[in-house]
Every structure is written in C-alpha cells, then in structure tokens.
Nanobody, 125 residues
Framework: VQLQASGGGLVQAGGSLGLSCGVS????????VAWFRQTPGKEREFVSA????????YYADSVKGRFAISRDKTKNTVSLQMNSLKPVDTAVYYC???????????????????WGQGTEVTVSS
C-alpha cells in the first residue's frame, strides 16, 4: 500500500485548504484511512479518519465542525477539507492507512501500518 499526500500550503486564519491522499495497492475493503498532524517537539496527533468501505467518519474534537473527510472510490483518494483554519492547525499533515481497525483504535498512530509523506500546512494569524 502506498500513500501520497498533497495539497498543503500557506493560508490566512479563517481560510480554507484541501488535502488529498492518493492510495494505491491491493483492495482497501477493510482499511481505515486517516489524517494525522505533527508539530516540532510534539507527538503525532489524530485529526480524522474514514472507513473505506462503509464511509464511517471520525474526527478529533479540535477539528469537529471545521474539517470534513471524504473518500472517492473511483479515484482511490481520501480528501480532507479544512475550513475556518486557525494558527493552531499549523502542522505537517500525514495520511495513513490501517487494516481492520476497531473504532477505539482509529486515533492511535501505531494502529496504522502505512504512512504517506507529510504535507505542510501553515496558517498565519
């Protein structure tokens, strides 16, 4: 499984930005694809996740109501639409995939076996 993240950039506070994660490899029927973010000196933080087959979505409390995750099965992509961005959202964002995760594991980075390279998001005040 290979993941390719794209779409990061610089945006002003209150603005919007969309990230995309291209997923390639064998069938993703039981996969969960997630977005995490990390800032220097801090642990990787869960942002959002989606079950590839059922479409169930999960969000961190800090982004609920502002971010929206979706997947496109025809393009094999998972997107993260980020609205009402705040300077605290500044981070390197990573997409990750894991097989057969139970709900309680979706926010746990070690549960994911596959990681893409990060894409940097900077929100200026």
């Amino acid at each position: 499984v290979q993941l390719q993240a794209s779409g990061g950039g610089l945006v002003q506070a209150g603005g919007s930005l969309g990230l995309s994660c291209g997923v390639s490899g064998p069938t993703f029927g039981r996969f969960v694809v997630a977005w995490f973010r990390q800032t220097p000196g801090k642990e990787r933080e869960f942002v959002s996740a989606i079950r590839w087959s059922e479409g169930n979505v999960y969000y961190a409390d800090s982004v609920k109501g502002r971010f929206a995750i979706s997947r496109d099965k025809t393009k094999n992509t998972v997107s993260l639409q980020m609205n009402s961005l705040k300077p605290v959202d500044t981070a390197v964002y990573y997409c990750a995939a894991g097989r057969g995760l139970i709900t309680s594991s979706t926010q746990n980075p070690p549960a994911y076996s596959y990681w893409g390279q990060g894409t940097e998001v900077t929100v200026s005040s």
